[in-house]
T-cell receptor
Framework: AQTVTQSQPEMSVQEAETVTLSCTYD???????LFWYKQPPSRQMILVIR??????QNATENRFSVNFQKAAKSFSLKISDSQLGDTAMYFC?????????????FGQGTELSVKP | ETGVTQTPRHLVMGMTNKKSLKCEQH?????MYWYKQSAKKPLELMFVYSLEERVENNSVPSRFSPECPNSSHLFLHLHTLQPEDSALYLCASSQDPLAGDTQYFGPGTRLTVL
């Protein structure tokens, strides 16, 4: 079975500091996609970053970057220069390419608080 | 309107009521999804529609009935629900479900079943 595990239910960071959220996954597939989504108190799920498994280069999106370790099945999210607006629930998600109907499998989430 | 919209944003219903949730996407995507988000549980995929055909039904009880009249609209018809069905229901859309395309989510409908 394909699973996604986020081992940190809650984290906090000071404004302007850097924080890393952990995610591990389990699959026997070789071609898949990984995502980090952010869900602020408004409950709107917002894409933070996307990574294709066949790409060795880690994805980066402004202050957000990932450390993708395919052999270790690890996909951590680093947030640099944390801002108060980064306070949210962060979900790691996994998707295989075909015959799964676009099924996203989500982790339990990490609640991040950015403190002033 | 832009992105993915959902109505209503909040819904309270009794166990014998019949109601519908509506989702509309303005992104020109071909696939739409319903997810359920319960407290303390990961998001669960309920249904997937691609080009208006259902391609995934993730063992959802028959009291939830989806409808996709065209590629821009998706409904979830609810009847004789149980209190444990209270949750946030999220709609999403993507261009191609078989190509790992990013799914874009609506703001959700908060459902409370009394």
């Amino acid at each position: 079975a394909q699973t996604v595990t986020q081992s940190q239910p809650e984290m906090s960071v000071q404004e302007a500091e850097t924080v890393t959220l952990s995610c591990t996954y389990d699959t026997s597939e070789s071609n898949y996609y990984l995502f980090w989504y952010k869900q602020p108190p408004s409950r709107q799920m917002i894409l933070v970053i996307r990574q294709e498994a066949y790409k060795q280069q880690n994805a980066t999106e402004n202050r957000f970057s990932v450390n993708f370790q395919k052999a270790a099945k690890s996909f951590s999210l680093k947030i640099s220069d944390s801002q108060l607006g980064d306070t949210a629930m962060y979900f790691c998600a996994f998707m295989t390419s075909y015959n799964q109907g676009g099924k996203l499998i989500f982790g339990q989430g990490t609640e991040l608080s950015v403190k002033p | 309107e832009t992105g993915v919209t959902q109505t209503p944003r909040h819904l309270v219903m009794g166990m014998t009521n019949k109601k519908s949730l509506k989702c509309e996407q303005h992104l020109g995507h071909n696939a739409m999804y319903w997810y359920k988000q319960s407290a303390k549980k990961p998001l669960e995929l309920m249904f997937v529609y691609s080009l208006e055909e259902r391609v995934e039904n993730n063992s959802v009880p028959s009291r939830f009935s989806p409808e996709c009249p065209n590629s821009s609209h998706l409904f979830l018809h609810l009847h004789t629900l149980q209190p444990e069905d209270s949750a946030l229901y999220l709609c999403a859309s993507s261009q191609d479900p078989l190509a790992g395309d990013t799914q874009y989510f609506g703001p959700g409908t908060r459902l409370t079943v009394l």
